[in-house]
């Protein structure tokens, strides 16, 4: 490794004559070296080292690299606006980055979450110095990969960003006020106001705030147009870059990972290389809530990225390129599975089976895999929004991760259905589809489906969840719910268990059974909603993989 240089702050200026500041790491030898861009709006001395090395680190790997604040954010000039700048910003940062003195020309990308954003943003321009990139935890389609899954609204997470944005925004105003009414709101989440979707603190202290405009653009003919301008979906077509796209099992924005990586692997002439592990958006270790996958889910990604970079900035002859393209963490094994490809599983059914009291007796619902022996039974979720049911855990709430979540599926307006005990070990990779027959007295109904699986002591430990909302609750038909990709085996003699119900507050907007905009929906408002479960007409398909061991 090479010893480094002192940070040195620089700067650029956009087209529309807008400063940029950045922090640059150099090696302290002689010699030209590739760039290492990343542009975030955290304030550059962050560098995401939440999740990452720090810069030093790349640098003394060979390579300049330059940690800047994206427009508005941090010393950079101009006013953030989320995401709007962001092609024409990065292309300009590219090409302001390849000509720096000692740049060989050569310029890669890497960070998560924002600062995944902005790299696949850049590559829109395509600018030519610009040879790869290494997106993270990104949204594909800003709609349905980030402020929304299944038509629900994602309140904590969106909630949360906003109030950590626009307090920073206070922060550089120094807005003494706003500072504090928007901290102390970060610091314990505003989820009871008048409308609980809408704060009241957001209104009076961040105007400019992208949340005011999620929040009112639920996706119709109106709305698509907004988030059809947003999304890097609509604009990434053209764009070929070898990418290393990095995920994680309990990551809120795994779907626009996923989406991204399929997108390209399916048409580009470059290697794509996808990595996803048991990881949460924050952090990327061994431990994710209650769950420990040992050490094979330490991260590896610096390394990675430091092999990714040497093969496509300084043409080294890595050996990566002769490595699967596909490596997935195997949580309950707690080892890595490699492919060619995002793997083909098959789809093996249980059906819901039930004596009709599977809110109110464990041993009621049940998963099984014969569907003769099934008999003609309901359910019923009753929905009260003075009590809703929480969220714990899974990939939407915060903290995300593995929960313990017996005292949630105990209660009576969630149904459960649990299956005997496995003959043998059930290896699970890809997207679990639930399939249910159900009803509601309002309109507007919300489903929740947890799969978990349950220990032979009792223990429930979430696996992966999903979300949707619907608009035609009154009318009896089969509701499809895609969960969150998994990839786990689950071990001889644990039970799988679904848990339904009709909230899973706050990770998503509770609904209010009103009919309303979200944003307009008042907690006072809110209506009890009952749902009718055809338990009979319902079952779960699992994505079952053959492991070779």
């Known amino acids: 490794m090479f010893p480094i240089l002192p940070k040195q702050t620089a700067c650029t200026y956009t087209r529309d004559g ?55 954010r941090g010393t950079s000039e101009g006013a953030f606006q989320l995401f709007a700048h962001e092609i024409a910003d990065g292309e300009d940062s590219v090409n302001w980055a390849a000509n720096l003195p000692g740049s ?11 600062q995944g954003m902005t790299q696949i943003y850049a590559a829109i321009a395509k600018p030519p110095a610009l040879k790869t990139i ?21 309140l904590q997470t969106n909630l949360a960003w906003a109030l950590q944005l626009a307090t920073e925004t206070a922060r550089l ?29 957001l209104k009076l202290f961040a105007p400019e705030s992208y949340y005011h405009d999620w929040i009112k653009y639920p996706q119709n003919t109106q709305a698509d147009n907004y988030w059809q301008k947003l999304s890097p979906k609509t604009y990434l077509q053209n764009v070929d870059l070898p990418m290393f796209h990095i995920g994680g099992w309990f990551d809120t924005y795994l779907r626009g990972t996923l ?26 270790g061994r431990k994710v809530g209650a769950g420990d996958f040992g050490v094979n889910a330490i991260s590896p990604v610096d390394k990675m990225q430091i092999s990714w970079f040497n093969q496509f900035l300084k043409g080294e002859n890595t050996g990566l390129l002769d490595l699967a393209p596909v490596w997935l963490f195997e949580m309950g094994s707690n080892i890595w599975h490699n492919y060619s490809s995002l793997p083909k599983a098959f789809q093996k059914s249980y059906f819901l089976s039930s004596t009709g009291l599977a809110g109110i007796c464990e041993d009621s619902g049940s998963l099984l895999e014969n569907p003769e022996s099934i008999a003609n039974t309901f359910d019923v979720i009753v929905h009260d929004p003075w009590r809703p049911v929480p969220s714990l855990g899974g990939h939407a709430g915060i903290p ?64 992966t969840q999903g979300y949707r909302n619907y608009q035609d609750g009154m009318n009896e038909s089969t509701r499809k719910i895609e969960l969150q990709p998994t990839c786990i085996r689950i071990a001889q003699g644990n039970c799988l268990r679904l848990s339904l119900s009709a909230a899973c507050f706050p990770a998503y907007a509770m609904n209010a059974g009103t009919e309303e905009d979200i944003s307009q929906q008042k907690l006072m408002n809110s209506e009890i ?8 007409n319902s079952r779960i398909l699992l994505p079952v993989v053959a492991i070779t061991e």
């Open 400 to 463: 995300a991760g593995v929960f313990e979540r017996s005292h949630i599926d105990i209660r009576a307006d969630v149904l459960t259905y649990t299956s005997e005990p496995l003959e043998q070990d059930l290896h699970l990779t890809g997207s679990i589809i639930v399939e249910i027959s159900c009803f509601a007295d309002k309109p507007s109904f919300d489903l929740s489906a947890i799969f978990s699986e349950v220990k032979p002591d009792g223990q429930v430990y979430n696996v």
């Open 173 to 201: 105003g120094k807005n003494d006020k706003a500072y504090g009414a928007l901290s102390a709101a970060a610091r314990n989440l505003p989820l009871h106001d008048e409308t609980p979707n809408y704060p009241e603190v």
């Open 529 to 536: 909603i009952t749902i009718t479960v055809n338990s009979s």
């Open 104 to 114: 060989n020309g050569n310029v890669g990308m890497y960070g998560f979450s924002y």
């Open 259 to 284: 989406n991204l990586y399929q997108n390209m692997a399916s048409r580009s002439q470059f290697h794509q290389q996808l990595l996803v592990a048991p990881w949460a958006h924050i952090p990327w």
């Open 134 to 154: 290494c997106p993270a935890m990104i949204g594909y389609d800003l709609y349905s990969d980030w402020a929304y899954e299944g038509n629900a609204f994602c």
């Open 18 to 72: 807008v400063r940029l500041d950045a922090d640059v790491y150099r090696p302290d030898v002689k010699g030209d070296f590739p760039v290492l861009l990343m542009r975030q709006p955290y304030g550059r001395n962050i560098a995401s080292t939440v999740v990452y090395a720090h810069p030093s680190w790349y640098a003394a790997h060979g390579y300049i690299v330059v940690i800047q604040d994206v427009r508005g």
